[in-house]
């Protein structure tokens, strides 16, 4: 599967206009720092958007991702609670991550389930005991660590001033990056497309589809633990509602950037230029005082204009064909 | 075999809900009077439209996870019209709410039969444009108890025969829905269509319009839906019912409806809604925090699902299950 396509470069053009067009009508967007500072808002849907990329690919889906989210992030203020240091706070959020998403895995690949269901039931559930362990309250005042990691830059970590990437973003493009190479790479990454396009054909062909399936949900619940520390350092509390509805947003990211819904298809690049895109346009919505649900309607049409678009294309290239023969 | 299946289950989940509310009744008699069983009704009235239309899309394999964005819009489109026009009558009102639903519907239908689309990409896409559509409309404003339209408000607190009205629309939808799949062509084509989508096609059966047909009913009765919700709680403004579609679909698995298309039964549906009612309604009474009502939904889903995963596994797949499990055992 080619990492670099027509869509990626339909994508790449669509970011480049976006740039030129809000850098000259919105003055002040093209400022490094505001640059810079745009893309807190999107890091952690980001993380999350890689997560269900590759889950997308190979024919999965998880609801629950953000679910699992606000789980660890409550995991992370009970750390706290208890007494639990800063690498305890860490190791509660990564275990209950890995915990929510490995029951995810465990009753998709044991019983057979088809994932949607499966992580619309947990994402009432985990939500719900998000709700449940809090109530109405809301837990704060988490170590000084966590606040760097979600509002800090590197120059705060390696000095020179100039380095004004956020830690957050840079975390974003490390994973990116990882996951980039895995999916593109390697044969685990071959074998996650062949089981999108045809898991029957894989497991005949010697792939063990179940073990990588439930692999793969465990990894969607660690990404949504690492989600949830950037979050939760970043706003510094955490309330039961904590990223509620950000799945949607993250999937609309993985189908804008390219990856079939169906499984099989896409690419990490295409899904990274897509989390840039429509971070930047909510960004720049943002600096022209569109309202939030405004923006989320523009993001609705474009996502199915973005699905339209291909189609249209593909079908006018058959009429054409038809009417020349 | 399976219809014995799905009877069975149909009785467990009604024994299921009897258990419940004996329980809850003998801590709390209140929970059994009259009074409550109405309160129940009510509130799983407007679920119940809503289940049924979307049960029709979940036979065919789709989803819609627009419902919730359809109802809220199509609510304050017909509060702002009843704002505008206080002599309009109660009639037009009610067409009104199922010609705005319907073309949002239909809307969905066209994008996933025209383009050859996945519904649950152009649902997501069309849940996020609605939504914002109604604060287009509203310009961000709440329509208020005072400013909603008198018949709006009138409608679900009338009575008919000692029936509140709400429960009397869900009741006309439920019969009307249930002969459309058990008696008409039409219905069992839907059945037949979500079964094995291509031997629908080779049998002659019209996918596309019959989808178009799910996808705008589904979209008429979360207008008519929108309407009902305004007028109850009187109020309408852009989140109204936001997050509301994952309820209904849950209704729908509780109640036996299959994801993967071709299975359920409106009786089945309608228990999947009034467990829901029942356990929302069941526990303020016996003193749970209410935070508890999202966690029990969830866990019921899962275990339903479960439950239902030997019923829902087709005979056409048996073959690839078992070498399946040769492979597992070698």
């Known amino acids: 599967m080619k990492a670099w396509n027509t869509w990626e470069r339909v994508l790449l053009g669509l970011l480049v206009l976006l740039i030129v067009v809000f850098g000259i009508s919105q003055p002040g967007f093209l400022s490094p720092y505001a640059m810079a500072d745009s893309t807190f808002n999107f890091s952690e849907k980001g993380v999350l958007a890689l997560a269900l990329a590759l889950l997308i690919v190979t024919g999965e889906i998880d609801l629950s991702i953000a679910a699992i989210l606000a789980l660890c992030s409550l995991a992370m203020g009970f750390a706290m609670r208890a007494g639990a240091g800063s690498a305890g706070m860490v190791a509660a959020a990564v275990a209950t991550g890995a915990m929510a998403g490995f029951l995810n895995g465990w009753l998709v690949t044991r019983y057979r389930l088809p994932s949607i269901v499966v992580t619309i039931g947990t994402l009432s559930l985990y939500r719900g005991l998000a709700m449940v362990a809090l109530g109405d309250q809301a837990m704060s005042g988490y170590p000084e660590a966590f606040s760097i990691l979600g509002n800090g830059y590197l120059a705060d970590l390696f000095g020179p001033a100039w380095l004004i990437v956020p830690i957050e973003f840079a975390i974003l493009l490390l994973c990116a990056g990882g996951v980039g190479v895995v999916l593109h790479r390697t044969v685990l990454g071959r074998r996650l497309y062949a089981i999108g396009a045809n898991p029957v054909a894989s497991r005949f062909s010697g792939i063990e589809v179940d073990r990588y399936r439930l692999g793969l949900f465990v990894f969607s619940g660690l990404m949504a633990a690492l989600a949830a520390l950037m979050l939760t350092g970043r706003i510094g509390s955490t309330r039961p509602n904590i990223a509620m509805g950000w799945e949607l947003d993250a999937i609309t990211m993985v189908i804008l950037g390219g990856v079939a819904i169906e499984g099989g298809r896409g690419s990490i690049v295409g899904t990274m230029l897509a989390v840039l895109l429509l971070g930047l346009f909510t960004f720049a919505m943002g600096m022209a005082n569109v309202s939030g649900i405004v923006m989320s309607m523009i993001v609705g049409v474009l996502l199915i204009v973005a699905m339209v678009l291909p189609r249209l294309r593909s079908s006018f290239a058959i009429f054409r064909s038809r009417a020349g023969t | ?330």
């Not at chain 2, 039969?113 to 404003?141: E, H, M, Q």
């Not at chain 2, 339209?149 to 009338?158: D, N, S, Y």
């Not at chain 2, 031997?199 to 009765?221: D, E, F």
Request: net charge positive.
């Open chain 2, 1 to 330: 075999m399976k219809q014995l299946l799905q009877a069975r289950r149909e009785w467990l989940l009604l024994a299921i809900i009897g258990v419940i509310a004996l329980a809850v009744g003998a801590r709390a008699p209140v929970f059994l009077s009259w009074r409550n069983g109405m309160d129940i009704a009510n509130d799983s009235a407007i679920l119940a439209i809503l289940v049924m239309g979307q049960m029709g899309v979940l036979l065919t394999r789709g989803i819609d996870l627009s419902v919730a964005s359809n109802l809220a819009l199509t609510g304050m489109v017909c509060a702002l019209v009843g704002r505008a026009m206080p002599g309009v009558p109660i009639g037009v009102l009610l067409l009104l709410a199922l010609a705005v639903g319907a073309a949002l519907g239909s809307l969905n239908g066209w994008l996933i039969t025209r383009f050859d689309l996945p519904p649950i990409v152009v649902t997501l896409g069309t849940l996020s444009a609605f939504r914002g559509a109604i604060f287009v409309a509203s310009k961000g404003a709440w329509i208020s108890d005072q400013d909603i339209h008198v018949a709006i408000k009138g409608l679900p607190r009338e009575q008919w025969l000692g029936l509140p009205a709400l429960v009397w629309f869900a009741l006309v939808v439920l019969v009307v829905w249930a002969v459309f799949l058990k008696l008409r062509r039409e219905g069992r084509e839907l059945y037949a269509l979500g079964g094995n989508p291509h031997a629908a096609q080779y049998v002659g059966i019209p996918v596309k319009s019959r989808l178009m047909l799910v996808y705008t009913l589904s979209g008429m009765l979360a207008g008519l839906a929108g309407l009902l919700w305004v007028g109850r709680y009187s109020i309408a403004y852009t989140e109204l019912a936001s997050g509301y579609e994952l309820t209904v679909v849950a209704a729908c698995v509780i109640g036996g409806v299959s994801i993967g298309g071709g299975v359920g039964s409106v009786l089945g549906a309608a228990l999947g809604v009034l467990f829901i009612g029942v356990v929302n309604g069941a526990l303020p009474v016996i003193q749970v925090s209410p935070f508890w009502q999202q966690a029990i939904a969830g866990a019921v889903i899962l275990i339903s699902v479960m439950v239902n995963a030997r019923a829902e596994r087709r005979g056409g797949r048996l073959i690839l299950e078992r070498v399946d499990m040769k492979g597992r055992a070698a």
